[in-house]
C-alpha cells in the first residue's frame, strides 16, 4: 500500500489563533485594499466598456497603440499582450457614464460605438485609403462572400478555393501578405483578381465584446442574486443535514474563502467578470466538500468516541481525512493548473480563482471550520454535546 | 454483500449501452459561441416608441371623433409619455368631452374639467402595448436571422415575460456587420410628397414658407449614402408605407442598377395611385428610417408596382439583397439599441478548442496515471468508473440535445468537465481511504471494502449535492456559464453513479467469493 500521509496525529486546533490572524491580516488587508485603493476591478462585464482582442500584420509596440488611440481619448485603456510576437493584443477600454454623455452619443449604444471608434482608431492610414477606395477587407470576408468574388475568374471551382482561403485565415488569425495566400496554394487568376478587388488589413479584429451600461447592471444583479441564492442554499442544505451549528460554520468558512481569494485577487491586475464569478461559486462548492467531508468524520466520530474530548476529537477528524483532503485537492489543482497554463487567455482569470480559491479551501476547511464550530461549542454549550 | 452481481452488472451495462447510443455521433453536441466562433447579442426595445405611436393614433382618432360631434378645441395634443392633453374649449363642452372620452379612450384614464381635459394610458394597457412590441420585435428579428442560413439560431426575450430585452445568439456567423444592420435596421419604409428642397440647408428650404416649418409638413434629410444628404420638405403623413407592400423582388433600373421592385396591396395601390395621379411632375420622396433615399418625380400615375432605386449613387447588388431580407420580414415596430455585444471570431475559438482540448486529456493523463500509481488495481477500478463518467456525461448531452433542450460546449464547459472529473475521483478517493482505514483497523477484505463504501457515502452526498447547489444558481447565467453549470451538474449526478454503483460492483465481480482474500490491492 502506497501511502504519502501515514497515520498524521498533527494537533490542528493548537494552531487556531494563529490561522486566524493570518487570514484576518490578509483579508483586512485585502479589504482596505479595496476600499481605500480601488483595489478590485470590474471588468468589462460589470462596469460596461469594450474588450477588443485584435491581432496585426506586423509586430507593433503597447506605445505605438497608445498614440493611434490617444486621438479618441481612450489611450488610457488597458492594453495587455497575448501571445508572442508583439502582434495580438486584448485592448480594454471603459468610460464613465458621464463622459459618454459628454460626447452626446445614443447612451443605450454608448459602449458598442466605443468599441467601433476602438477598431478605426486602430487602422492605418493604408487601411482606410483602401476602404477609401472601395476595396473590401480580405481578413473580414466570409467564404459566401468571396466565392462571389471569385466566381467569375474560377467558376464552380470558387467555392472550395473561398473555403481553403477562410480556412487558412483561421488557423493564421490574419493573413499577412498576399505571398502567404500563393503558398497556401491560391492561383495566379484568383490572387489577381483578389489584389483587384480586395486589401490586406493591417489587423483582424479576433473578438469583440461590448457591455452597455444597462447590461453592465443587469449582469451584476444576476451575479449578485446567485450568490446569494447559493450561499443560502447551502447554509440550509447543512443546516438540515447536520445541524445549524455545522451550517453555521461552514457558512463562515465560505465567507472567509470569498473574502480572502478576493483579497488575493485585489492585489493583482485582474479583473472581475461573468466567468470570474462562476469561478467564485464554484469555489463556494468545493470548499464546502471539503469542510463536510471532515464534519461528516467528526458526525460519525461523535457517535463512536462518547468519552473524548470535543478538541481532541476535531483533531482526530481532520487527521483521519488529511489523506483525502490533500489527495483530493492536489489533483484538482494539478488539472486547474494544466487548464491555466493551457487553457488559454479566455478563461485564464475563471481558473486563477478556482485555483487560487481552491488552496485556500483547502486550508480553511483545516484551520478555520473545525475552530468555528469549536466556539460555537464554547459559547453555546449545548446540553446534548454535538452530538445529533 | 454479494447480492444480485448479475443484475446490478446488467444495470450497468445498459446505461453503458444506452449512453453510447446517445451520445453518438458525439459532432451532434454543439459548440458554444466562444468555441466556434458567431455572435451574443442583447438588444434594447425602445417600447416608448411604441407608447407615442399608440398615443399618436389615440390623439388621430380623437380629432375625428371631436370634430365628427362638432366641439372644438384649440389644443390637442401629447404631452410627456402616454398623456394627452386637450385644452381651449368652451365650458358647455365639459360634459361632452367627458363622456366623448370615457368612451372611446377605455385604456386611458381620463380627467375632465370645464378648461382642461387630459388622459394617462393605463399603466396595465402600456404594458401590454410594450409586451407585444416586444413580442414583434422578436417575431420580425426572427424572420430575419431566418435568412441568414445560421445553424440553431436563438432568439429570446431577457428579463422575463416583459422584459424589454431581446437576447440573439447567432453561432457559426461570419459577417458580423451584416447581421448587426440586417438586424438593427427599422425598415420604417415610407413614401411621401415633396414640397420643397432638396436645399443644402434648412433656411434655403424653407424661404418660401417664412422660416417656419408648416404643421402638416417635416423637415428630412437625405441619406448621406444615397444621395447629396440635404434638406427635404415633406408632407408629414406618409402616401404609402411598407405595410402595403405585398412582395418585393431583385429588379433593375434604367440604367441597369440593381434595384428593389415591389407590389402592393389593393388598398395601399389606390393611395399609391392617388398620391402620383395628383402629383404628376412632382418629386415623391422615399424614405427608409427616416433618411430620404431617393426621390424620384412622378412621371406618370403609378398603380400597384414600382422600383426603389439607390439615388443618385444607385444600390449595391449586395445592399439590394439585404433591403430585400429586411423589407420582407416587415419593420420592427419600435427602434432597438445594442447593449451587449459579444463577438467571437472564428480563428480564437478554433484556438479555444485546440486548447480547450489539450487541458482535458492532459487533465484526464495526470488523474489516471496518479490514480494507478497511488491506488495500483483499485486505481484502474476507479478509472474504469472515470471513464464510464464520461461516456455518460456525453450521452446525458447527447440526450439533452435530441430532446431540443438547448446546451452546448462551451470553454467554460470544458472546465465544468474537468472539475467533474475532480469531483468522480474525489468520491473514489473518499472510499478508497475509508478503505485503507478499515484494512489498517484490521478488517477482513471484504467487510473493509463493504464498510469503506456505506462508511463513505454520507460525505460523497453531502459534499456533492452541496455543489450541485452551487452550480444551480449559474443555471440562470449567460450562455458560457450556464455551459459551465450543465456540464458540472450532469459529472457530478454522473459521478455518483460511477463511484458508488460501479467501483463497488467492479471489486465485487474482480474479488473471489469463495477463497478467502487476504490482500487487496489498493
Given at each position: ?35 481605500f485603493f480601488n483595489g478590485l476591478k470590474m471588468g468589462v462585464d460589470f462596469s460596461g466598456g469594450t474588450l477588443i482582442r485584435v491581432q496585426f500584420n506586423e509586430p507593433i509596440s503597447i506605445g505605438n497603440l497608445r498614440d493611434r488611440l490617444s486621438p479618441i481619448n481612450l489611450s488610457e485603456s488597458r492594453i495587455q499582450e497575448v501571445g508572442q510576437e508583439k502582434r ?301 | ?213 408648416p404643421e402638416d409638413m417635416e423637415v428630412l434629410r437625405g441619406d448621406s449614402k444615397r444621395t447629396e444628404g440635404g434638406y427635404y420638405l415633406l408632407s408629414r403623413v406618409a402616401g404609402i408605407t411598407g405595410q402595403d407592400l405585398s412582395s418585393v423582388h431583385l429588379d433593375r433600373d434604367e440604367r441597369d442598377n440593381p434595384a428593389v421592385g415591389f407590389e402592393l396591396k ?166 478508497f481511504e475509508r478503505i485503507r482505514e478499515e484494512l489498517r483497523a484490521g478488517r477482513s477484505v471484504l467487510s473493509s471494502i463493504s464498510f469503506g463504501f456505506t462508511r463513505a457515502l454520507s460525505a460523497i452526498v453531502d459534499s456533492n449535492v452541496t455543489t450541485v447547489i452551487a452550480a444551480f444558481f449559474l443555471l440562470g447565467g449567460t450562455g458560457a456559464v450556464k455551459g ?39
Open positions: 500500500m502506497l501511502q504519502v500521509f501515514k497515520e498524521t496525529k498533527i494537533p490542528f486546533l493548537k494552531y487556531k489563533y494563529v490561522a486566524f490572524i493570518f487570514s484576518f491580516s490578509i483579508i483586512i488587508a485585502g479589504l482596505v485594499n479595496m476600499i495580438e493584443y486584448i485592448i480594454r477600454a471603459t468610460q464613465s457614464k458621464a463622459k459618454l454623455r459628454g460626447q452626446n452619443v445614443n447612451e443605450m449604444e454608448a459602449a458598442e460605438l466605443m468599441g467601433n471608434r476602438v477598431i478605426e482608431a486602430l487602422r492605418t492610414d493604408q487601411d482606410r485609403s483602401a476602404i477609401g477606395n472601395g476595396l473590401q477587407d480580405l481578413n473580414s470576408l466570409d467564404d459566401k462572400s468571396l466565392t462571389f468574388l471569385l466566381e467569375p475568374v474560377l467558376l464552380d471551382k470558387a467555392a472550395g478555393m473561398a473555403r481553403q482561403i477562410v480556412d487558412f485565415r483561421v488557423r493564421q488569425g490574419i493573413v499577412r501578405n498576399w505571398d502567404e495566400l500563393k503558398a497556401a496554394g491560391v492561383g495566379q487568376d484568383a490572387l489577381a483578381r483578389l489584389k483587384e478587388r480586395c486589401y490586406l488589413s493591417s489587423l483582424a479584429v479576433l473578438s469583440k465584446e461590448t457591455v452597455g451600461p444597462v447590461a453592465g447592471e443587469y449582469l451584476w444583479r444576476k451575479a449578485e442574486v446567485a450568490i446569494l441564492y447559493a450561499l443560502l442554499g447551502m447554509l440550509v442544505y447543512m443546516a438540515v443535514r447536520f445541524k445549524l451549528s455545522y451550517g453555521v460554520s461552514g457558512l463562515l468558512t465560505l465567507v472567509h474563502d470569498v473574502l480572502f481569494t478576493l483579497a488575493v485577487f485585489s492585489f493583482t491586475r485582474r479583473e472581475i467578470n461573468m466567468p470570474v464569478i462562476a469561478g467564485f461559486l464554484t469555489l463556494v462548492g468545493y470548499s464546502i466538500n471539503d469542510t463536510i467531508v471532515i464534519f461528516d468524520r467528526i458526525r460519525d466520530n461523535l457517535k463512536i468516541l462518547r468519552k473524548m474530548d470535543f478538541q481532541e476529537l476535531m483533531n482526530l477528524s481532520i487527521n483521519q481525512t488529511l489523506g483525502r483532503t490533500l489527495i483530493t485537492g492536489g489533483t484538482t489543482i494539478l488539472s486547474l493548473v494544466i487548464l491555466f497554463l493551457f487553457g488559454g487567455e479566455v478563461i485564464n482569470d475563471f481558473v486563477w480563482v478556482l485555483l487560487v480559491g481552491i488552496i485556500i479551501g483547502t486550508y480553511s476547511s483545516i484551520f478555520q471550520s473545525c475552530p468555528y464550530l469549536f466556539f460555537w461549542w464554547k459559547i453555546f454549550k449545548p446540553k446534548k454535546g454535538m452530538r445529533k | 454483500m454479494k447480492k444480485n452481481l448479475l443484475a446490478r452488472s446488467i444495470l450497468v451495462l445498459v446505461v453503458l449501452g444506452v449512453a453510447l447510443i446517445l451520445s453518438y455521433p458525439p459532432k451532434k453536441i454543439p459548440l458554444g459561441l466562444d468555441l466556434q466562433g458567431g455572435m451574443h447579442l442583447v438588444f434594447q426595445v425602445a417600447t416608448n416608441d411604441a407608447i407615442n405611436v399608440y398615443t399618436d393614433q389615440s390623439i388621430g382618432r380623437l380629432k375625428q371623433l371631436l370634430s365628427q360631434k362638432k366641439i372644438t378645441v384649440k389644443s390637442l395634443s401629447k404631452g410627456e409619455l402616454g398623456h394627452i392633453k386637450i385644452q381651449g374649449y368652451s365650458p358647455d363642452d365639459e360634459g361632452k368631452i367627458d363622456s366623448l372620452l370615457g368612451e372611446y379612450l377605455k385604456d386611458w384614464d381620463t380627467s375632465v374639467t370645464s378648461t382642461t381635459a387630459s388622459a394617462t394610458l393605463k399603466p396595465e394597457a402600456a404594458r401590454t402595448i410594450r409586451t407585444e412590441t416586444v413580442d414583434q420585435a422578436m417575431e420580425t428579428i426572427r424572420n430575419r436571422v431566418d435568412q441568414f442560413g445560421v445553424n440553431e439560431p436563438t432568439i429570446q426575450r431577457q428579463g422575463g415575460l416583459e422584459g424589454q430585452q431581446i437576447v440573439v445568439e447567432l453561432p457559426g456567423m461570419r459577417d458580423f456587420e451584416k447581421a448587426m444592420t440586417l438586424i438593427k435596421t427599422t425598415a420604417l419604409l415610407e413614401w411621401k410628397l415633396v414640397q420643397a428642397g432638396p436645399a443644402a440647408d434648412e433656411a434655403t428650404l424653407l424661404k418660401n414658407f417664412g422660416g417656419q416649418v389593393p388598398d395601399g395601390s389606390k393611395r399609391f395611385a392617388q398620391l402620383t395621379g395628383e402629383n404628376v411632375g412632382r418629386q415623391v420622396a422615399i424614405i427608409l428610417d427616416k433618411k430620404v433615399q431617393s426621390s424620384p418625380v412622378v412621371q406618370n400615375q403609378i398603380m400597384d408596382r414600382g422600383i426603389i432605386t439607390g439615388g443618385l449613387r444607385g444600390f449595391g447588388l449586395e445592399e439590394v439583397r439585404d433591403l430585400i431580407i429586411i423589407l420582407k420580414s416587415g419593420a420592427l415596430p419600435a427602434s432597438i439599441g445594442i447593449i451587449e455585444n459579444r463577438t467571437i471570431g472564428p480563428s480564437l475559438g478554433a484556438d479555444s478548442i485546440h486548447r480547450g482540448l489539450i487541458a482535458i486529456i492532459g487533465s484526464l493523463i495526470i488523474t489516471m496515471i496518479f490514480l494507478v500509481f497511488y491506488y495500483r488495481w483499485a486505481g484502474v477500478n476507479a478509472l474504469a468508473a472515470l471513464i464510464l463518467n464520461m461516456i455518460i456525461l456525453f450521452g446525458t448531452l447527447g440526450a439533452l440535445v435530441m430532446l431540443k433542450i438547448p446546451v452546448s460546449l462551451s470553454l467554460p464547459g470544458i472546465a465544468g468537465i474537468i472539475l467533474g472529473i475532480g469531483m468522480s475521483v474525489d468520491a473514489n478517493v473518499l472510499i459551465y453549470a450543465v456540464t458540472l451538474i450532469i459529472s457530478i449526478g454522473a459521478s455518483m453513479f460511477t463511484a458508488v454503483f460501479v467501483s463497488h460492483l467492479i471489486f465485487d465481480l474482480t474479488i473471489p467469493r469463495r477463497r478467502k482474500v487476504e490482500k487487496l490491492s489498493i
